[in-house]
């Protein structure tokens, strides 16, 4: 039993959660709970995590990196002694406008960089719908996306520079260069190293927003509206799919008005500097909708707006309220797929009597299938089992098994049939090279 004392003399005992009630807040993420962490750090700089590191080294000791825990692939959850390291006071920001480029330390909840580049005219556009709670450095180890993905890209797009530490306790920056190691740690779910530093780009705010809502008697003609629109040309600020299930959620939850008679709703934003280009578009989107029988509500301000959007946020919490018992799925599969997956995946769930609800950034072809089950009737194997059948399907439609939630600790299982072997081999030997005694975050990504 390594003795965790050592590491409170080390960091000082302000900085380490000892106390056994303390610890057990510490071992869940959103999705998954795991063990009773040995310790929790709570580094306060870079130095602090380089003398966390060391310690770990000499003491053999794992480490699990932790920002909100908001994480839905059980990425922060320890599954073997160790030391969760958790980031939540390292929140230091800073707004270089000249440069348009925010530089945050991991701690910085996503939503409060844009909150403090507002002032400049700039903002952050990776927007996970987690953005209220979510830290920057769990969105850069899961690469998490959010509804602008589809035109802005995702927050891998938007790292200008990165500083890591290794797992030997050693300091790095890395920018968007040779061999672009700033790339690899992006998505590497806190399993290559600890990001304890980030520089982001920023955007100047687009003039001009323009909302709409399309409702649908059908699930797939909504999907097959998103492939018209785009095809016809509109690159929209954001295209979201919402299901019957997810509606009727929301509206139980919060009363926002949304159509709770209809089979799948899709939420749409255009945005841009011109007007009438940002207007033209949203009614490429609308007339798209129309023909596939959608039904069109522009929102007539941004108050409306705003409310529609608050809709589409409060999906997870509002599915969270009714079916405390879900297996929330992450898939992303080429777009013009996605009418038949979208059909697909419900007749899966109507065959295993089990209720889906599905909602996901469309517009990128993820989706979120949640698998609605009550534990007293159905065996968690059976939910296993389909969504291992859900990863399949987006295996089969030329997709992969994650679209931003990460592979983590729930999809562990599944990369083996998605990468053949000489990829998995590659991962393993990178992973050999920046972690050998497989300290960080051991059992998670890669298969045993
Ligand atoms: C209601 C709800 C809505 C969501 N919507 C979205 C969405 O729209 N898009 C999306 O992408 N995700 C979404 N998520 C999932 C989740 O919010 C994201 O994965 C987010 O990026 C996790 O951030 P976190 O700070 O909570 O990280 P955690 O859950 O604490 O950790 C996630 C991973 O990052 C690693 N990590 C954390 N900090 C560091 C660090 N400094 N260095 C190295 N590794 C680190 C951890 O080890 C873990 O593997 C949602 C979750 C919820 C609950």
Same mark, same amino acid.
């Given at each position: 039993m390594p003795d965790v004392a050592t590491l409170a003399r080390e960091l000082g005992s302000h900085k380490v959660l000892l106390d056994r009630a303390d610890r057990l807040l510490y071992r869940y993420d959103a999705i998954a709970e795991g063990e009773v962490p040995l310790a929790v750090a709570l580094p306060e700089t870079t130095k602090d995590v380089v003398r966390l590191v060391r310690w770990a080294a000499r003491a053999g000791v794992p480490l699990v990196p932790r920002g909100a825990a908001s994480g839905l692939s059980g990425g922060a959850v320890p599954l073997v002694e160790a030391v969760v390291v958790a980031f939540t006071r390292m929140r230091e920001l800073r707004i270089h406008p000249e440069r348009r480029l925010a530089e945050v330390q991991p701690g910085v909840v996503t939503l409060e960089i844009s909150r403090a580049a507002e002032p400049h005219g700039l903002y952050y556009p990776p927007d996970p719908a987690s953005y209220r709670q979510s830290t920057i450095g769990g969105n850069l180890a899961e690469n998490a996306g959010g509804p602008q993905c589809f035109k802005k890209g995702v927050t891998g797009d938007y790292v200008a520079e990165l500083e890591w530490v290794d797992a030997a306790g050693e300091v790095h920056r890395a920018r968007r260069e040779a061999y672009d190691v700033a790339g690899l740690l992006v998505g590497s779910e806190g399993t290559l190293g600890l990001i304890t530093r980030a520089w982001l780009r920023l955007e100047p705010r687009p003039r001009h927003t323009r909302t709409l809502m399309a409702y649908f008697p059908e699930v797939g003609a909504a999907a097959e509206a998103v492939s018209e629109a785009i095809a016809r040309g509109v690159v929209a600020a954001k295209l979201e799919f919402m299901d019957q299930a997810c509606v009727r959620a929301v509206e139980a939850s919060f009363g926002l008005g949304l159509p709770t008679e209809a089979a799948a709703v899709l939420l749409?934003?255009? $945005?841009?500097? $011109?007007?009438?280009?940002?207007?033209?578009?949203?009614? *490429?989107?609308?007339?798209?909708?129309?023909?596939?029988?959608?039904?069109?509500?522009?929102?007539?301000?941004?108050?409306?707006?705003?409310?529609?959007?608050?809709?589409?946020?409060?999906?997870? @919490?509002? *599915?969270?309220?009714?079916?405390?018992?879900?297996?929330?799925?992450?898939?992303?599969? @080429?777009?013009?797929?996605? @009418?038949?997956?979208?059909?697909?995946?419900?007749?899966?769930?109507?065959?295993?009597?089990l209720p889906l609800a599905q909602f996901g950034h469309i517009g990128d072809g993820n989706l979120h299938p949640n698998i609605l089950y009550d534990p007293r009737e159905t065996p968690e194997e059976r939910v296993h089992e389909l969504a291992h059948e859900i990863a399949r399907v987006a295996l089969a439609f030329g997709g992969v098994l994650s679209g931003e939630h990460g592979i983590g600790l729930t999809k562990r299982a599944f990369l083996a049939e998605a990468l053949d072997a000489e990829t998995l081999a590659a991962l393993g030997r990178i992973k050999q090279a920046l972690d050998p005694e497989g300290r960080l975050n051991p059992g998670k990504v890669l298969p045993g």
């Open positions: 749409v934003d255009t $945005d841009g500097d $011109d007007l009438e280009v940002v207007e033209e578009e949203l009614e *490429l989107v609308a007339a798209a909708c129309e023909a596939h029988g959608g039904t069109v509500r522009r929102a007539a301000d941004a108050a409306e707006a705003d409310r529609l959007w608050q809709a589409r946020r409060a999906v997870s @919490p509002a *599915l969270g309220r009714i079916h405390p018992h879900r297996m929330n799925e992450d898939i992303a599969v @080429p777009r013009s797929r996605l @009418p038949e997956v979208v059909r697909r995946i419900q007749e899966l769930g109507e065959a295993y009597g």
